[in-house]
């Protein structure tokens, strides 16, 4: 069997800051701490933040005091403000590709712009997206949502959910356009997920599987198992090593690995080393080829 790692995969800068803050609030913060729902979208490192002391609530009206950390996919303003009306410590981990986002909606929605989000309704990050642009924004995610869209000769503004599809992005771009000449684009999907997708479709077409490791809430790894699928037809999403299953490579010798923004390396390397297991039990050497690329930089947002 022979294992292929994709030039990017796992944890970005974004998620390393958020998960390193929580980690030192954990260590110096007296009092109860609390995270408002998750701090990345793993259940790994949810989970070793409640062995560390650091549980997860859903809503702010649940913490009656000490420290609250809010996730790296950003919140409203009025839930910063509730916090603080509570008086409790904000410990704000939000993505600065994130909170880039929020000034754009908040500056167009000070022009009146009718803004269009493409994203899921329920997601994290959108909530707290529409949270600074309440009455000007709409969301959408399916095709058959755009004839739903509000039609104004105003100006008009599309922005993206960070980890949407690039390919899907740019199809919805094109419907967009015919009913919004006036639009204009902001894509503002970000650069660790345009990199996992683009290395994943590098490969992919080469490929008898693709592993995506990355949990099912993470939405930037569910887009990378689809765009992974689109080239191989074997693509699978897994949480952890246990969840790879032998049948899966019967006659098969060649198999991709990628990984989500938010996966941890240490679940990667353990996919990797089930992979090998694998191979040997079927009696043939594994080998592992790593495409590894420098290390990512933060990039700095005005």
């Known amino acids: 069997m022979e294992i292929f790692l994709t030039e990017y995969a796992g944890v970005c800068v974004g998620v390393k800051r958020a998960i390193k803050m929580a980690h030192r609030t954990a260590e110096e913060s007296s009092g109860p701490i609390f995270v408002l729902h998750e701090i990345v979208h793993n259940t790994h490192v ?4 409640a062995n560390r002391g650091v549980h997860s609530v859903d809503d ?7 420290t609250l950390i809010i996730s790296a996919h950003g919140v409203s303003p009025s839930v910063i403000d509730e916090a603080k009306s509570r008086n409790l410590d904000v410990v704000d981990t939000t993505c600065p590709l994130v909170s880039k986002i929020h000034r754009i909606v908040k500056a167009l929605a000070d022009k009146n712009y009718t803004i269009l989000l493409l994203g899921e309704k329920s997601h994290d ?3 707290g997206v529409q949270g600074h642009a309440e009455d000007h924004i709409h969301i959408f995610h399916r095709k058959e949502e755009i004839s739903g869209l509000p039609l104004t000769n105003g100006p008009v503004a599309l922005v993206s959910q960070t980890t949407q599809s690039i390919k899907y992005f740019d199809e919805i771009l094109e419907l967009l356009l015919k009913r919004y000449p006036q639009l204009e684009v902001h894509n503002t999907i970000c650069d660790a997920t345009e990199k996992r997708q683009t290395s994943a479709l590098a490969i992919a077409g080469n490929m008898d599987v693709m592993i995506t490791v990355g949990s099912m809430s993470s939405a930037n790894s569910r887009r990378l198992q689809e765009v992974s699928g689109g080239l191989c037809a074997a693509s699978y999403l897994v949480d952890q090593a246990s969840e790879v299953q032998a049948e899966w490579f019967s006659g098969r010798e060649r198999v991709g690995v990628t990984a989500g923004a938010s996966t ?16 040997l039990q079927k009696g043939v050497a594994p080998s592992v080829i790593r495409n590894e690329s420098a290390e990512e930089e933060f990039i700095e947002v005005h």
């Open 46 to 49: 949810v989970n070793d933040l």
């Open 60 to 66: 702010v009206s649940e913490v009656q005091g000490g």
């Open 125 to 127: 990050e959108v909530m």
């Open 264 to 279: 941890p390396d240490y679940l990667i390397e353990d996919v990797i080393e089930k992979l090998k297991e694998i191979s």
